[in-house]
Nanobody, 125 residues
Framework: QVLLVESGGGLVQAGGSLRLSCVASGRAFSLSIVAWFRQAPGKEREFVAAETWRGGNTYYGDSVKGRFTISRDSAATTVYLQMNRLKPDDTAVYYC??????????????????WGQGTQVTVSS
């Protein structure tokens, strides 16, 4: 299996920036796609961004396009989420996710079979 550990969450003022990191261990060599999801209290889990492990193709949710950037370091088996111009609506628990298989359904939770524990991001207004 693959273990995912997120870090980098915290409290930031609106308009500020944070960078989240997710380190994969175990059978990380088998990963095909990595992603970030987020979930605010009382809301459904929302797709944020994804990147194919080999090709580096990126995908973004509409709410974060132009503000967030996903990237990965294959050698370090680490995925990052650079978050700029943060808004209070970005407040959520952010989860790192990964899958062994590629699929056009990259924005769907069901694709991802590995999940981290989440890291809290709070944006003050």
């Amino acid at each position: 299996q693959v273990l995912l550990v997120e870090s980098g969450g915290g409290l930031v003022q609106a308009g500020g920036s944070l960078r989240l990191s997710c380190v994969a261990s175990g059978r990380a060599f088998s990963l095909s796609i990595v992603a970030w999801f987020r979930q605010a209290p009382g809301k459904e889990r929302e797709f944020v961004a994804a990147e194919t492990w080999r090709g580096g193709n990126t995908y973004y949710g509409d709410s974060v396009k132009g503000r967030f950037t996903i990237s990965r370091d294959s050698a370090a088996t680490t995925v990052y989420l650079q978050m700029n111009r943060l808004k209070p609506d970005d407040t959520a628990v952010y989860y790192c996710a990964a899958a062994n298989s590629l699929s056009p359904t990259w924005s769907k939770e069901a694709l991802y079979n590995y999940w981290g524990q989440g890291t809290q991001v709070t944006v003050s207004s």
